[in-house]
């Protein structure tokens, strides 16, 4: 059945957030992960361990306000509720759901992951858990995610491109810890690893025209322009394409690699940042399904 009729009804009438939220989590999704969460088996045994694992790391006694006289497996499970539902912050809420995700997941396999899942996108709360990368990441887009990101990380978890998917994980989580200047960097070398592994594997040799031991991503793009198969309408917009992606390199360049040492360029703007990994996913997606011919150059010559 898809849905029950208030669904059906709420979804026929348009009622479905279109935009996400991302500083808080609405009192009824917290709801609905903890009634799932509740449904583990051992719930009890597993919040304990997580209760423990985040008073270490936090650096508490205890994580909420609860009172209890005994540390028992119940007064544990109420003490992650605690923590979960009370004014804790969103950042605070979100390593909770993850590690409520992880458990579940190798509990459940992807059930009870894509359950909750389905509750925060129809709450409008732009986080999902990717089976991919078995973390929770940021959600921009619903479409651009579903035709985008999913399949980039799906590619990128191909043995051939493992460099390229360091690069493109480490972006998200350096994204995370607020190193702005590193998630460009990433972005960029992401981008560099599988141009040479696509150029590569059909016959396509690169060179650094300077001579450096390093190929930068220009060179690449430059190599990629004269070998890549397109249609023969988009042959006069090759130049574009090399610029979109290059867009990439130049803020790495700018901001990036050059950037203050002491943590993040005041030029650089998280959304503007968040811009550039979504926009290294499509480029990412591109390449890999792109047509290369070793013989074009020589042809157009």
């Excluded at 583990?40 to 270490?56: E, F, M, N, T």
């Excluded at 917009?237 to 360029?265: F, P, W």
């Amino acid at each position: 059945m898809a849905g029950l009729f208030f669904q059906r009804q709420k979804k026929l009438r348009g009622e479905y957030p279109t935009t996400f939220q991302y500083d808080k989590m609405p009192q009824t999704l917290m709801t609905q992960i903890w009634l799932v969460w509740r449904e583990y088996d051992d719930v009890a045994r597993a919040s304990s361990d997580l209760v423990k694992l985040l008073r270490q790391e936090i650096g508490t006694f205890r994580l909420s306000d609860v009172e209890y006289h005994q540390d028992t497996l119940d007064c544990q499970f109420k003490e992650l509720a605690g923590l979960f539902f009370n004014d804790s912050g969103i950042d605070m809420k979100l390593t909770v759901l993850e590690l409520i995700f992880l458990i579940l997941n190798n509990h459940f396999k992807d059930d009870k992951v894509k359950l909750i899942n389905r509750y925060m996108r129809e709450s409008g709360f732009g986080y999902t858990f990717n089976l991919e990368e078995n973390q929770l990441i940021r959600i921009e887009d619903e479409t651009f995610y579903e035709e985008i990101t999913v399949p980039t990380l799906s590619i990128l978890g191909q043995r051939k491109y493992q460099e390229a998917g360091k690069s493109y994980h480490s972006a998200y989580d350096e994204l995370k810890k607020g190193k702005l200047d590193k998630a460009i960097v990433d972005c960029s070398k992401a981008l560099e690893s599988i141009l040479k592994v696509r150029l590569k594997e059909n016959g396509i040799s690169y060179e650094n025209p300077k001579g450096n031991k390093e190929l930068t991503l220009a060179p690449l793009l430059n190599t990629m322009k004269d070998y890549i198969v397109v249609p023969p309408y988009m042959t006069s917009s090759l130049s574009n394409l090399k610029e979109v992606m290059m867009a990439v390199g130049t803020v790495r360049n700018n901001d990036g690699a050059h950037g203050s040492m002491d943590g993040i360029d005041p030029a650089i703007d998280e959304r503007f940042v968040r811009y550039m990994i979504n926009q290294t996913a499509a480029n990412i997606l591109f390449i890999a399904e792109a047509d290369f011919d070793p013989k074009k150059k020589q042809e157009t010559q």
